[in-house]
Structures are given as C-alpha cells and as structure tokens.
C-alpha cells in the first residue's frame, strides 16, 4: 500500500508528476517518432500541433500544389468513314511530280501521275493530288 490513490494527491502533486513524465526521456522519443511519422505522411502541421513544438518561421517548408505534368501527345484519331482509294505515300510523291512539272492541264496531270504509277479513278487523282497540288482546270 505504498501508493497513494490519485483522489489523495493535492493539484499541485498531480502538475508537478505531469510536468515530471513530460520531461522524461522516454516521452521525448515518443514525440520525436511521432514528428517523423507524421512528416512521411505529409502531416508535419498535424504533428506539430500533436507534439506541441513550432517549427521557426524561416525554415518552414513551403507546400506546393501538385508536380505539373508533361502535356500528352495528341494521338490522331481515326479517320472516319471510307478508305482512301490512293495510299498516302503515293499521294506526297503524286503532289511532289506535279508540282516539280510546272503549268499543265488536268489531262496531262492525270497522265503523268499514271505513267509514274499512280493508279486511281479521274475523281479521286483530282481530289486528292491534282488539286493539293496547284494545278486548276
């Protein structure tokens, strides 16, 4: 029956015995793993107030927004509806010969293009080569 119930302490023995555990060196390493855990979380704040300690004004960490991204590329969306008739490669090199010819009509365009390979309908060579590439009717 050494100890006294904690009704049999005076105020004054109760403050004196708290001010006691909070300096002793085990509470210490409590609040010190406390502080760290809390900064890994990202709650620095939190276990300051926790704690109890302030950090200085100067060496407080200044909490940004999140890290900004790099823009995306843009992918190119499908083209919708039909296929083309004339593949795109044969189309650059159809552009290509036209205009390295000079002036003509769109008859003898339409020949060139053929007699180097270029195959398709009078609608389609007009459409998408004789045209892009300057020569009108």
């Given at each position: 029956?050494?100890?006294?119930?904690?009704?049999?302490?005076?105020?004054?023995?109760?403050?004196?015995e708290?001010?006691?555990?909070?300096?002793?060196?085990?509470?210490?390493?409590?609040?010190?793993?406390?502080?760290?855990?809390?900064?890994?979380?990202?709650?620095a704040?939190?276990?300051?107030?926790?704690?109890?300690?302030?950090?200085?004004?100067?060496?407080?960490?200044?909490?940004?927004?999140?890290?900004?991204?790099?823009?995306?590329?843009?992918?190119?969306?499908?083209?919708?509806?039909?296929?083309?008739?004339?593949?795109?490669d044969?189309?650059?090199?159809?552009?290509?010969?036209?205009?390295?010819?000079?002036?003509?009509?769109?008859?003898?365009?339409?020949?060139?293009?053929?007699?180097?390979?270029?195959?398709?309908?009078?609608?389609?060579?007009?459409?998408?080569?004789?045209?892009?590439?300057?020569?009108?009717?």
């Amino acid at each position: 029956m050494g100890k006294k119930a904690d009704a049999d302490h005076t105020p004054a023995e109760r403050a004196a015995e708290r001010a006691r555990l909070l300096k002793s060196p085990s509470r210490q390493v409590d609040q010190a793993r406390m502080r760290s855990i809390g900064e890994k979380l990202g709650l620095a704040k939190t276990a300051r107030l926790i704690t109890g300690t302030q950090e200085p004004q100067e060496n407080r960490e200044v909490e940004t927004g999140p890290p900004q991204r790099e823009p995306t590329p843009s992918w190119e969306k499908p083209r919708a509806g039909r296929k083309r008739s004339i593949p795109q490669d044969q189309i650059d090199r159809g552009i290509g010969i036209l205009q390295n010819q000079g002036k003509m009509t769109v008859e003898a365009a339409r020949e060139t293009l053929r007699a180097a390979g270029i195959e398709g309908s009078d609608s389609a060579l007009y459409r998408l080569i004789i045209e892009p590439s300057g020569i009108s009717k």
